[in-house]
Nanobody, 120 residues
Framework: VQLQASGGGLVQAGGSLRLSCLAS????????MGWFRQAPGKEREFVAH????????FYADSVKGRFIMSRDNAKNTAYLQMNSLKPEDTAVYYC??????????????WGQGTLVTVSS
């Protein structure tokens, strides 16, 4: 199983980025997908997750209204559209996959991470 995250980069505050997570080696539609992030010196934290079909999404309060998570099961890919970025969004972003209805915060698989840097 491999989760390949991409799309990170350097952006000014107020800007946007879209992260992608391409999954392989698993039945993608059977997994809930999530995004987490880890800022320097801090613990990894939950950002968002999405159900199997993409019909339901859940967000951390810190990103609600600014980030949108989606998925394309035909492409085995999950996305995180990040708008109105703030310097405090600077972190390494990880995608994760969880089989079934178990806690997304304890995923079965992690991606390798992609760095997002927001300058003020």
């Amino acid at each position: 199983v491999q989760l390949q995250a991409s799309g990170g980069g350097l952006v000014q505050a107020g800007g946007s980025l879209r992260l992608s997570c391409l999954a392989s080696g698993l039945t993608f539609s059977s997994y809930r997908m999530g995004w987490f992030r880890q800022a320097p010196g801090k613990e990894r934290e939950f950002v968002a997750h999405i159900n199997f079909s993409g019909g339901r999404t859940f967000y951390a309060d810190s990103v609600k209204g600014r980030f949108i998570m989606s998925r394309d099961n035909a492409k085995n890919t999950a996305y995180l559209q990040m708008n109105s970025l703030k310097p405090e969004d600077t972190a390494v972003y990880y995608c994760a996959a969880r089989l079934g209805d178990y806690d997304i915060r304890r995923p079965d698989y992690w991606g390798q991470g992609t760095l997002v840097t927001v300058s003020s």
